[in-house]
């Protein structure tokens, strides 16, 4: 029998984490789709820790959700891609917040603000803030891979507008 994905970590998870921070991802300016792709990652993220638990199946909804049925899927494939691209590089623990607590959704850890402001950057033109990140992120090793893999996701997606971060009420799935 399967688990429900929604009741999985959540006991506790902001008890005590050094992880959680008081910047929300709008603080860091990300925007709505931003914070979508932040979602998905996190239920990836999920999906390897707890393997058991079809994490990925809800990654792939949530981005049939925000980017429409004919983009969602590329879309999640391509932010799966990235973070296979970022974890062959790591040597080290990703930090990330679980999606499923009403508390840690709505804050950002500093690994996921290195992956999310790589991709902000890279999406911006302002690729070079965006390889630094994605340096940072990669622990010093090559970031060309990690890059690669960013620019095929900003394919994907719309344009970001002057002004797009979302206000901070607006809450993630």
């Not at 990235?82 to 950002?108: D, E, G, H, Q």
């Not at 890279?122 to 340096?135: P, T």
């Amino acid at each position: 029998m399967m688990r429900d994905p929604s009741s999985s970590r959540t006991e506790g998870c902001c008890r005590g984490s050094r992880e959680v921070s008081a910047q929300s991802p709008t603080d860091i300016g990300l925007d709505v789709c931003e914070c979508a792709i932040l979602d998905v990652s996190r239920h990836f993220f999920c999906a390897y820790t707890e393997t058991e638990v079809p994490h990925w199946e809800r990654a792939l909804k949530l981005a049939v959700d925000h980017f429409r049925t004919e983009d969602g899927p590329a879309i999640a494939i391509s932010v799966l891609n990235v973070l296979s691209a970022m974890r062959s590089t790591r040597r080290n623990v990703f930090r990330f917040n679980s999606p499923y607590c009403p508390k840690c959704k709505k804050k950002i850890t500093a690994s996921e603000c290195n992956l999310m402001r790589s991709i902000h950057f890279a999406r911006r033109s302002q690729r070079s803030v965006g390889e630094m990140e994605a340096l940072i992120l990669c622990e010093g090793h090559s970031a060309d891979r990690l890059m690669l893999a960013i620019d095929q996701l900003i394919a994907f997606l719309p344009t970001p507008m002057e002004g797009s971060a979302i206000n901070e009420r607006a809450s993630l799935h």
